[in-house]
């Protein structure tokens, strides 16, 4: 069992539609990293979280660090959203999710 | 001006041989690392620097080296290619201390394919 989890592991949705995905990790750490990789493979990132929420735009990222459980939610989704989405945690090096794999149809 | 730089994008190559790729950060950061990402799309840490200084050195072969010979440079050398070598392999870089509590900044990511 991988100690980040990510759920689901594939999303298709159409535009507009209100998107969460999820992650629980059971790994000791110092934040919650979100990251997006595009189709043409470049990877960025999109927060950095240790508490709280964070909103950039129309994506925003939560944390329950007792719950050890992070969401990110995208509103008003659009096709160029269309990504693979990576939670990755830990204290010293990053232990990342499988991805999940979102698609927004128009 | 690019903040992560790998080169090169494209490598095919044939088992046995070595092969280097190099990363340079301008940001000024402080740690650099190499990640591996397999056919699955999974990330990996594979190695991290900190101001020249190996911290973190996961369970590798030790045909993979890398060389940091500044704290802008995190170079990987890779001996005697296996074809279970083949990955996209990502250089990143934060600003100080470790990945944990860093945003990274990823660089585009080099493609290996070993024959």
């Known amino acids: 069992k991988n100690e980040v989890e990510q759920s689901p592991q594939n999303l298709t949705a159409q535009e507009g539609e209100f998107i969460t995905i999820n992650c629980s990790y059971s790994?000791?750490?110092?934040?919650l990293h979100w990251l997006q990789q595009h189709p043409g493979g470049g990877i960025v990132s999109l927060f950095m979280l240790s508490s709280g929420k964070k909103k950039h735009g129309r994506l925003i990222a939560t944390i329950n660090i007792q719950e050890k459980h992070s969401s990110l939610h995208i509103t008003a989704s659009h096709p160029r959203d269309s990504a693979v989405y990576i939670c990755?945690?830990?204290?010293?090096?990053?232990?990342f999710g499988k991805g999940t794999h979102l698609i927004i149809q128009p | 001006d690019t903040a992560v730089s790998q080169t090169p994008k494209y490598l095919v190559t044939q088992m046995g041989n070595d092969k280097s790729i190099k990363c340079e950060q301008n940001?000024?950061?402080?740690?650099m690392y190499w990640y591996k990402q397999d056919s699955k799309k999974f990330l990996k840490i594979m190695f991290s620097?900190?101001?020249?200084?190996?911290?973190i050195n996961e369970t590798v072969p030790n045909r993979f080296s890398p060389k940091s010979p500044d704290k802008a440079h995190l170079n990987l050398h890779i001996n005697s290619l296996e074809l279970g070598d083949s990955a996209v392999y990502f250089c990143?870089?934060?600003?100080?201390?470790?990945?944990?509590?860093?945003?990274?900044?990823f660089g585009a990511g080099s493609r290996l394919t070993v024959l």
């Open positions: 620097y900190n101001n020249k200084e190996l911290i």
């Open positions: 990143a870089s934060s600003r100080q201390g470790l990945g944990g509590a860093n945003v990274l900044t």
């Open positions: 790994v000791g750490i110092s934040a």
């Open positions: 990755a945690g830990g204290a010293d090096g990053l232990t």
């Open positions: 940001l000024g950061h402080d740690t």
